[in-house]
């Protein structure tokens, strides 16, 4: 059973094994949590997802999958960066952002990593209403069958910390 808390704050200040960052598909940083966990971990992080852009990753990250990076300077030791879906009027795409987490947790179950900070994947920049993206983050959490003990939702603001804990009462 993974238990599931709720935080609000700021992701990078988390000491929890992991954190996810919202980032976009080129890996290379962004607006958001993306410019704040770089920001905060220092370079290493970029120099990693570089490397993944040299490899693996050529043309970069697709939406709703995952992969880790250290986590540079943050208390953290890793960082799994996963794509979520811009948010659309015309096209259902709750599947790509449930994608976002059940991929993060099974990234943290092959690193190994108990505790798992997540941020409100898509609920800024790309736009995805806060309740419903609370519901699909907290119900996938739930129905995900993982060995990570904590699952933090860490809410960046009361209007995000409100609508989580609407789900998780
Ligand atoms: P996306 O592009 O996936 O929408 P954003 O980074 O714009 O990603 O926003 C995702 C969520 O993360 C939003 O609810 C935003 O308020 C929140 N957020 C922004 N900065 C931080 C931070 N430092 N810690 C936690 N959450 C944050």
Redesign the pocket.
């Known amino acids: 059973m993974t238990t599931i808390r709720l935080v609000r704050?700021?992701?990078?200040r988390e000491s929890a094994e992991a954190i996810v960052n919202?980032a976009?598909s080129s890996l290379l940083g962004?607006?958001?949590?993306?410019g704040?966990i770089h920001r905060r971990g220092g370079p290493a992080i970029l120099a990693d997802c570089r490397k993944l852009r040299a490899g693996h990753y050529g043309k970069g990250l697709a939406t709703g999958k995952a992969v880790a990076t250290t986590a540079g300077d943050l208390d953290a030791r890793w960082v799994i960066h996963t794509v979520?879906p811009r948010y659309s009027q015309q096209e259902d795409r709750s599947d790509l952002l449930a994608s976002c987490y059940r991929e993060s947790l099974r990234v943290a179950d092959e690193l190994g990593a108990r505790t798992v900070a997540f941020?409100?994947?898509?609920?800024?920049?790309?736009?995805?209403p806060?309740d419903d993206a609370a519901r699909i983050a907290v119900e996938t959490v739930r129905k995900a069958e993982t060995g990570v003990e904590e699952a933090r939702f860490?809410?960046?603001?009361e209007k995000?910390y409100q609508a989580f804990a609407r789900q998780v009462d």
Do not use: C, R
């Open positions: 704050g700021d992701i990078t919202a976009n962004g607006g958001g949590v993306d704040a979520g941020p409100a994947v898509s609920a800024g920049i790309y736009g995805w806060i860490v809410l960046f603001d995000a």
